[in-house]
T-cell receptor
Framework: DQQVKQNSPSLSVQEGRISILNCDYT??????FLWYKKYPAEGPTFLIS?????DKNEDGRFTVFLNKSAKHLSLHIVPSQPGDSAVYFC?????????FGAGTRLTVKP | DTGVSQNPRHKITKRGQNVTFRCDPI?????LYWYRQTLGQGPEFLTY????????KSRLLSDRFSAERPKGSFSTLEIQRTEQGDSAMYLC?????????????FGSGTRLTVV
């Protein structure tokens, strides 16, 4: 059962521009939403999260937006840097249960 | 503390053999999770421990798979009679109770290849 969907397997942006990664979920009962970043040959690294009671959370160049009515969240990276090139996973956490999307490969071109 | 450590990093085994992986979590973390990741997919939940108790198992965890965390510290994941479909990256993560919503800390994984 795919509770978390990332419909874009890849995204390419120019350095300095905005990267927008999208994620859809199915269960309105999820209470926390997270983004992870993964480089090759490493495990995923936690990036940023948002509670279901908020609609925006910002941390430096990274902002996560949550649209509960659409069951949609997005990650904005501004400005994008070549070092941001990685696979980004969205995840949902409801108590003890974390589910991941299939990931979006972001390439930031110099 | 150097984070979550997994050994070995790579394992190649023949079909039908048994394999065991080890995970050393961050020492203060009381929760430990096992995930499996195949190509083009996100990590899939297998099981988790709170201290030494195994509290949840996914239906992905067939009876050929067993996980232990005997003293609430390190954990092992054993796969018996390996099949080619078991080839994947096996990821371990840890967290505190109550802070899991702020993200797990993952290890670098063990890549299993069954030939």
């Amino acid at each position: 059962d795919q509770q978390v969907k990332q419909n874009s397997p890849s995204l390419s942006v120019q350095e300095g521009r905005i990267s927008i990664l999208n994620c859809d979920y199915t269960n309105s009962m999820f209470d926390y939403f997270l983004w992870y970043k993964k480089y090759p040959a490493e495990g995923p690294t936690f990036l940023i999260s948002i509670s279901s009671i908020k609609d925006k959370n910002e941390d430096g160049r990274f902002t996560v937006f949550l649209n509960k009515s659409a069951k949609h969240l997005s990650l904005h990276i501004v400005p994008s840097q070549p070092g941001d090139s990685a696979v980004y996973f969205c995840a949902v956490n409801n108590n003890n249960d974390m589910r991941f999307g299939a990931g979006t490969r972001l390439t930031v071109k110099p | 503390d150097t984070g979550v450590s997994q050994n070995p990093r790579h394992k190649i085994t023949k079909r039908g053999q048994n394999v065991t992986f080890r995970c050393d979590p961050i020492s203060e973390h009381n929760r430990l999770y096992w995930y499996r990741q195949t190509l083009g997919q996100g990590p899939e939940f297998l099981t988790y421990f709170q201290n030494e108790a195994q509290l949840e198992k996914s239906r992905l965890l067939s009876d050929r798979f067993s996980a232990e965390r005997p003293k609430g510290s390190f954990s092992t994941l054993e796969i018996q009679r390996t099949e080619q479909g078991d080839s994947a990256m096996y990821l371990c993560a840890s967290s505190f109770i109550g802070t899991a919503n702020y993200g797990y800390t993952f290890g670098s994984g063990t890549r299993l290849t069954v030939v």
